[in-house]
């Protein structure tokens, strides 16, 4: 019977995931490879040292006619068999965004009957049937891979994005798929707070700031206030709401606008305590209109704030028409999901000075080119996507990912997420 080296990294990849160990499984599988591998598998696990001995003595009696191995892998995976049926496994693809898996590890560190594992993107297709619930991050769950998660119960996005998941495949595969409310956690609270940050560091001229520390000047440079300025929030859901809260005090004109606002028409409860009069967000607003409005709006605002979410109706929707209609001199900030813009269009409008700022904490592509040409205008300021990243607001979604593994592995109802299919 000839062995096949693929039962080798079939077998490191089982004992691994059951001891906890680091993803030393090497992407290609050959004989010289697998060997290179298990000398170092054998330094991290004591456990699989008894297994590795067969296979380094196999050198000399005949790799491909071990049996007793293949006969311990027959046993490992009887016992993750087992195992499975008493634990709640969780997922997270990737390795950004390292507070939202470090904090839910933390919450659910006296569960033992919840496994929460991080695992490579480029993994993640291989391991997914092992799971119950899935946090995507930043992956493209595509139908392909989903039709493999044949454990799966849910996918949720550890915030709002889902453009990432396909969900019509989840849901043709049984999968709920959910994101976790804004509003009820802190997040959009926390990515309004980086919107202003990012409108005064382009008002007050950052880069210019910085420039004139590293060259001694004093008073320099001029820059201009919030004070007096309109600012169009595209796209008032539950960032946009925040963002008008905390946009009054500054004495600012606010125009938004809105495909439905029947749905902001009544303040959540959890909000009730904040500025909001009578329960009605009128006064937040000086202007509202609806997504025929855009580029009207734009043409009367000093600040643009994207706070639409991605589709294939807003994909792209701050275009060379958009840009044009902007007034000259007017600033742009981007804190939803750099798909909105066109990065031709923009970098158009930046090189002819049409556009007088831009400040993104999304990209068109993630992690950002620390060499995008973009980066060489002085009027750019760029954050890597921590707009949700707060102490409070992570903690919080923390929190919710926990609880709901653990109503997952106790069969309760899943409460506090918004479900999409």
Not at 174 to 189: C, L, Q, S
Request: with cysteine.
């Amino acid at each position: 019977m000839a062995f096949k080296p693929k039962s080798i990294w079939r077998l490191a990849k089982i004992v691994n995931f059951h001891l906890g160990l680091p993803n030393l499984v090497p992407n290609g599988c050959g004989f010289a490879s697998d060997l290179r591998f298990f000398r170092k598998w054998e330094c991290c696990s004591a456990a699989g040292a008894g297994v590795l001995a067969q296979t380094h003595d196999s050198q000399s009696t005949g790799f491909h006619e071990n049996l007793n191995l293949l006969s311990n892998i027959s046993k490992m995976e009887g016992m993750a068999r087992s195992s499975d049926k008493n634990i709640t496994r969780v997922l997270f693809c990737g390795p950004h965004f390292p507070a939202s898996h470090n904090y839910t590890k933390e919450y659910l560190q006296n569960y033992p009957s919840i496994q929460v594992d991080v695992v490579p993107i480029s993994d993640v297709p291989d391991v997914i049937a092992n799971y119950h619930l899935c946090v995507v991050k930043t992956m493209r769950l595509d139908s392909n891979c989903i039709s493999r998660a044949n454990q799966m119960k849910l996918i949720m996005q550890f915030g709002v994005g889902l453009e990432g998941v396909d969900i019509n495949a989840a849901t043709r595969c049984g999968i709920k798929v959910a994101r976790i409310p804004g509003d009820v956690t802190g997040n959009a609270a926390s990515c309004a707070e980086l919107t202003i940050y990012l409108m005064l560091g382009l008002l007050r001229k950052q880069n210019e700031m910085r420039m004139a520390i590293e060259q001694k000047k004093l008073g320099v440079p001029t820059g201009e206030t919030l004070l007096g300025k309109t600012v169009f929030i595209l796209g008032f859901g539950n960032i946009g709401v925040e963002l008008a809260k905390r946009l009054r005090p500054f004495g600012v004109k606010i125009i938004a606008t809105k495909r439905s606002w029947a749905s902001h028409s009544q303040v959540s409860c959890q909000s009730s305590a904040l500025a909001v009069k009578n329960g009605i967000i009128d006064d937040l607003v000086d202007e509202k209109g609806c997504h025929e409005d855009i580029f009207e709006f734009a043409s009367k605002a000093d600040v643009v704030v994207c706070c639409l979410s991605l589709n294939k109706q807003t994909a792209g929707i701050v275009n060379k028409s958009f840009l044009s209609s902007m007034k000259k001199g007017s600033l742009l900030v981007n804190i939803a999901r750099g798909g909105l813009l066109d990065y031709e269009a923009i970098a158009h409008y930046l090189e002819c000075g049409h556009l007088g700022g831009l400040g993104i904490d999304v990209a068109w592509t993630e992690p950002f080119d620390p060499n995008d040409p973009i980066l060489k205008f002085k009027n750019v300021l760029i954050t890597p996507h921590v707009g949700g990243v707060t102490e409070h607001s992570y903690r919080s979604m923390a929190k919710v990912v926990g609880d709901v593994a653990l109503q997952l592995h106790a069969g309760t109802p899943l409460t506090v997420l918004e479900f999409v299919n």
